[in-house]
């Protein structure tokens, strides 16, 4: 099952904050987070996994809540080429690579 | 630039044709994995080879599928085409088995008229 994002869209100002939400009713064993520009591939941001190893960029965090099966994504004093379409990807414990994406978050910085 | 190439960028073909989608994946990388992005559906996983092997399937449609080379180079096969299949189709690559930080080619973008 779809990981539900939220918001599904927020606007910003260069230096504003943004926290990006992903939940599943699913047990986790990993999250993934990644952006997409408009006509480009998805790009990594960052992995974590439960148990708490992290692997990511170096200017995002993230938090992942195993028990409640959630995981955030903080975006700080956010820059123009943060721009972009945010997806979450979850991993269940034993389906190895599936990645099941969330619907995506479209976040727009305004100089 | 991920490493991860595809080709070709753009297809436009019938409904009722088959056609083949290629990725070379980034040098080291062992998995490969394919993905399927309308904007219905969003970006959804069709599967995934390892070292040659499948190693994990989604949602993937009979009328599609997918090999690994020795070279590990991969192909996805889509065959009696329909109007719905026109979408983007990305390939992503990684080390490990288990998904963990894909590096996504720049995709092919399948129209079916």
């Known amino acids: 099952q779809q990981p539900v994002q939220s918001p599904q869209a927020v606007i910003l100002r260069e230096g504003e904050d943004a926290v990006i939400n992903c939940s599943s009713s699913k047990a986790l064993y990993s999250v993934h987070w990644y952006r997409q520009k408009h006509g480009e591939a998805p790009v990594f941001l960052m992995i974590?996994?439960?148990?708490?190893e992290q692997k990511g960029h170096e200017k995002i965090s993230a938090s992942f809540n195993e028990k409640k099966q959630q995981s955030s994504l903080y975006l700080t004093a956010s820059q123009l080429s943060y721009s972009g379409t945010y997806f979450c990807?979850?991993?269940?414990?034993?389906?190895?690579?599936?990645?099941?994406f969330g619907q995506g978050t479209i976040l727009t910085v305004h100089p | 630039d991920s490493g991860v190439t595809q080709t070709p960028k753009h297809l436009i073909t019938a409904t009722g044709q088959r056609v083949t989608l290629r990725c070379s994946p980034r040098?080291?990388?062992?998995?490969v994995y394919w993905y399927q992005q309308s904007l219905d559906q969003g970006l959804q996983f069709l599967i995934q080879y390892y070292n040659g092997e499948e190693r994990a399937k989604g949602n993937i449609l009979e009328r599609f599928s997918a090999q690994q080379f020795p070279d590990l180079h991969s192909e996805l096969n889509l065959s009696s085409l329909e109007l719905g299949d026109s979408a983007l189709y990305f390939c992503?690559?990684?080390?490990?088995?288990?998904?963990?930080?894909?590096?996504f080619g720049p995709g092919t973008r399948l129209t079916v008229t």
């Open positions: 990807g979850v991993q269940g414990g034993t389906s190895y690579g599936k990645l099941t």
């Open positions: 040098s080291g990388d062992l998995s």
């Open positions: 992503a690559s990684s080390v490990r088995i288990d998904s963990y930080e894909q590096y």
């Open positions: 974590l996994l439960k148990g708490g």
